[in-house]
């Protein structure tokens, strides 16, 4: 994949393509900024992080390729380098050549990308052979010169994010994008990307597959915002934050790998390492508080080396709990909803709503004027983009009733305050899932019922019970308890979930599980926007790229975070 005159720039002589199969050593990736006899200066850099442990582990078939960095024949003003992100010294090096091509932006010293029409004409061949375009860059890909792009799954999306942010890149000078190798793919999928990679062989003879995903990307796209929020997960002194699966992963998917390799020096001393009771992480897409992180938390212990066995893996530990398990609810751990400080949401146990409808009753008043939760529900989703289980579904927006799971409603509950569903509001909606059949049926799309809870504006807490509500019921009894009283407690011991009495939470957030013991809080602060490139031509348009539209066509203009 180069220019025209079928030789790939090296920084070295140009070797002809016919020797790529005899090359025993990589030539290694390297920016190129001056003219080479056939295609100029490159105008636009394309650093692609690849996960090659990722799904399928197509990614490996990129690392491996003996030129990590050429041209593209389409476009021999792009230039694409390619990194491995669970590389210590190529993911450094990667950084470092896109803090290089950045300074040489600020000081003008790359040259301006030639400007071109999207109804360029037909190119100078014959007139039989008309269906061959001229190649032109979409109009949004011509106004940023650096992209960067994950290879991988969504844990690896948010990874390449996080070593941006570590490394104090200016976003406001890339474009962002991805291709699919996970199992879910989520991003992609709202990018219009797709679940999937167009051929299973990603490079193609004579990279031809790769260079075609490429300037699809380039040619049919549109620049669109993604809220990217930093989620601070909180453990009492007692418990303890962690990634699912064993201690020592090395199957590529956790995101604390990157942010291990990748701590840069401050103030003279290394960044510390995040406290054993505190976890922050980024998400762009959504999390689950209960189901989807509890199957997940088996999964990870198992997660097999490509996708087709993965999704029998998820399948076999989602059976476990549907079958054989039942899912502890969610009221038993979460004790209120809070945004800017102040309670927006209370989280009655059974027991205290009996509680409280004696005391309604004795007093003869109403009710306390807060919102608060009817359900007792075995799933929690908060969604940024319209996307779960892999695929597009709007439980948001295709909802019909369900308002019922949350009494007095008022604030961020308050429907009347809700606006439409968007990526880019730096807003985050919430809803839960009150049983198995209820998931079921979500999953059979009927979804008409979506037990909508509220839309919440950045930052916004949940907050979780302490340890001591969930000592067992025996401990809580005096010496003097009658044995009756001892007995009672000992059989509601006994009927208790086993993670409700360890006081472990489990999550899944955009692709990776986490488990807190003896949870205290989960904040969610939107933490910036980023510029995607999302698939825009005649036939599809991603969904950001549709939540890009409708935003400007009600005068919303672009979140400055504070």
Not at 45 to 51: A, D, E, K, S, T
Not at 215 to 243: F, H, Q
Not at 282 to 304: L, P, T
Request: aromatic letters at 8%; proline letters at 5%.
């Amino acid at each position: 994949m180069q220019s025209n005159s079928n030789r790939i720039d090296s920084g070295q002589e140009p070797i002809e393509r016919p020797m790529l199969n005899n090359i025993r050593h990589k030539i290694n990736n390297s920016v190129e900024l001056d003219n080479t006899p056939s295609e100029g200066r490159p105008s636009i850099y394309l650093f692609i992080f690849v996960n090659p442990l990722s799904g399928d582990k197509k990614g490996a078939d990129l690392v491996a390729l003996p030129i990590q960095h050429f041209r593209l024949r389409r476009f021999p003003q792009v230039q694409v380098e390619v990194h491995d992100i669970l590389n210590n010294d190529d993911r450094d090096k990667g950084i470092k050549n896109i803090k290089l091509v950045e300074d040489k932006l600020k000081f003008n010293q790359i040259p301006p990308i030639q400007l071109e029409d999207d109804n360029a004409s037909l190119s100078s061949s014959s007139s039989s052979d008309s269906h061959k375009r001229k190649a032109v860059l979409s109009k949004a890909a011509q106004t940023r010169q650096i992209h960067v792009w994950s290879a991988g799954g969504d844990g690896t999306v948010m990874s390449v994010f996080e070593l941006l942010v570590a490394n104090e890149i200016d976003l406001g000078l890339v474009f962002f994008s991805c291709i699919p190798f996970g199992t879910g793919n989520d991003f992609s999928q709202v990018l219009g990307w797709g679940r999937t990679i167009p051929d299973k062989n990603i490079l193609g003879e004579k990279l031809q597959n790769l260079e075609e995903l490429i300037c699809e990307r380039l040619e049919n796209s549109e620049a669109a915002r993604l809220d990217v929020w930093e989620i601070k997960m909180t453990s009492y002194p007692s418990g303890y934050v962690r990634e699912a699966g064993p201690k020592e992963r090395k199957d590529g998917h956790d995101v604390a790998e990157v942010k291990e390799g990748s701590r840069h020096k401050k103030d003279g001393g290394e960044q510390p390492t995040e406290e054993e009771g505190v976890m922050i992480r980024k998400m762009s897409n959504y999390m689950s508080i209960g189901v989807q992180g509890f199957v997940g938390s088996g999964f990870e212990a198992h997660r097999a080396g490509n996708r087709l066995a993965n999704k029998f893996v998820y399948a076999h530990e989602s059976s476990k709990w549907v079958f054989w398990r039942r899912f502890p609810d969610l009221t038993h751990y979460i004790q209120s909803f809070s945004q800017n400080g102040e309670c927006a949401l209370k989280w009655p146990t059974p027991e205290e709503k009996h509680l409280h409808q004696k005391q309604k009753e004795n007093r003869g008043s109403q009710s306390n004027s807060l919102p608060e939760m009817m359900n007792d529900p075995i799933d929690l989703v908060i969604q940024n983009i319209p996307h779960i289980w892999g695929r597009e579904v709007d439980l948001w927006g295709e909802a019909q009733t369900g308002l019922e799971a949350v009494s007095n409603r008022s604030g961020p509950t308050d429907p009347n305050n809700w606006k439409p569903q968007r990526a880019n509001d730096c807003r985050l909606e919430v809803m839960s899932i009150e049983n198995m059949t209820s998931y079921l049926k979500k999953l059979a799309n009927i979804r008409h019922h979506v037990s909508r809870i509220g839309q919440f504006d950045t930052p916004f807490e949940i907050n979780f019970r302490a340890p001591e509500h969930h000592l067992k019921e025996v401990d809580k009894l005096e010496q003097s308890s009658s044995v009756w009283s001892k007995t009672k407690a000992f059989m509601k011991d006994k009927s208790r979930h086993k993670y409700e009495k360890k006081n472990i939470m489990c999550i899944m957030c955009d692709g990776e599980f986490y488990e807190i013991k003896d949870p205290k809080s989960i904040s969610f602060n939107c933490f910036t926007q980023i510029w995607t490139l999302g698939k825009s031509d005649d036939e599809n348009q991603g969904r950001l790229v549709k939540d890009e539209l409708d935003a400007k066509t009600d005068k919303q203009g672009p979140y400055v975070p504070h």
